[in-house]
């Protein structure tokens, strides 16, 4: 009898331990689908100053299994300034999720940030401070949209088919192109190479300081501002012009940082390459001479035509005028580019002639 009921009691505890854990499984899942893979296509606009505008395009894609538990994401994309300044940003994002953790891959550091994922349910960290909004259909799915201060989501059982981030008129969308579910998604692309981890304690991504580093993705940095605005209880209506200008510099932080470092080392390049292209006599050696220039401007433009195909004394006294012209500009803009502050700033010196 005793036997009985020590069995019944085990029998009880290992249900109720498996009850638990089945439980515990199912409030780690991300999505009501167990296995898909969505492709995205990435794309934004906006201006950030008078003279400078801003354009996102490439793609995404999203592979899970284990209803999302376990994630692979890569993003592609450029995010490029054109007008009074030119500059490319080339994005290349790849996490893995997977139980608690999440892996950040930093290619420029070479490093790989490990951080456990926020407790509690996902989908209500994935919507917090949003409110439902519709449904709108995309890619052949019927999502509901949920949108909170400058963002917006739609979300077809639990999968974002839709992600938008918007403030003063600058946006960043990711939307959902081809959607395969309830498959065994592909090998990724985006496989974690072999840098070493750093583990992180907390996850977060909010700026506690003014000078904590801005992150380098428009949309983060969109995203942030808008937590920034629901911080100070304020819309984009509610703040003063001078409030506004501020936030657009903060956008615009990176690519001024970027361009007060190029600018003068493009002046020092395009010196040196028109000494060079002084002495030499053939269309090859002055290409040779160009290259340099030609690599640094590949860097922040995509219209880049600085090759010669042809070389007289004349087409040879044309470039140099040419050179002559551009390199008088930008040293007149010189003390203005030292003295600038932010972006408005240095977008009013790039269009001032002096």
Known sequence: MLFNIQF??????????????????????????????????????????????????GKG??????????ALIEENYEEIATGALNDINKIKLCEK????????????????????????????????????????TIAGYTCDVWEGNGIRKCLYKGIPLLVEHYV?????????????????PSPSKCTLPHFPVEKFALFKTSIKTKSTKLPQELSQVILSINRELSKMGKSV?????????ELLNKIGQNIFEKQKKFLPKLLD????????????ESKDDANRCLSAVVEMKSKV??????????????EKEKILDHFDDNIVSLVSKMKCIRASQNISDLSICMKKEY
């Not at 995205?40 to 008078?50: C, K, P, R």
């Not at 000494?275 to 030499?280: G, N």
């Not at 433009?301 to 004349?314: F, Q």
């Open 8 to 57: 019944k009691t085990l029998f009880l505890f290992f249900i109720m331990a498996n009850t638990l854990l089945l439980s515990a499984n199912l409030s780690s899942k991300k999505f009501d689908v167990q296995t898909g893979m969505v492709t995205f296509e990435i794309s934004g606009a906006g201006q950030i100053t008078d003279d400078v505008n801003i354009s996102i395009q």
């Open 61 to 70: 894609i999203l592979r899970f299994k284990n209803w999302g538990v376990e």
């Open 97 to 136: 999720f997977e139980n608690k953790q999440r892996f950040d891959v930093d290619f420029a550091t070479e490093k790989i940030l490990e951080r456990p994922m926020p407790k509690g349910n996902f989908k209500e960290y994935f919507l917090k401070d949003m409110v439902k909004a519709g449904q709108k």
């Open 168 to 184: 003063f008129g600058i946006y960043y969308q990711k939307k959902a192109v081809t959607v395969q579910l309830d498959i065994v």
């Open 237 to 245: 209506d509610g703040l003063t012009v001078h409030q506004k200008h």
């Open 269 to 280: 390049t395009m010196k040196e390459a028109r000494i060079c292209l002084q002495q030499v």
């Open 301 to 314: 433009s995509k219209d880049v035509d600085n090759t010669v195909d042809a070389w007289s004394p004349e």
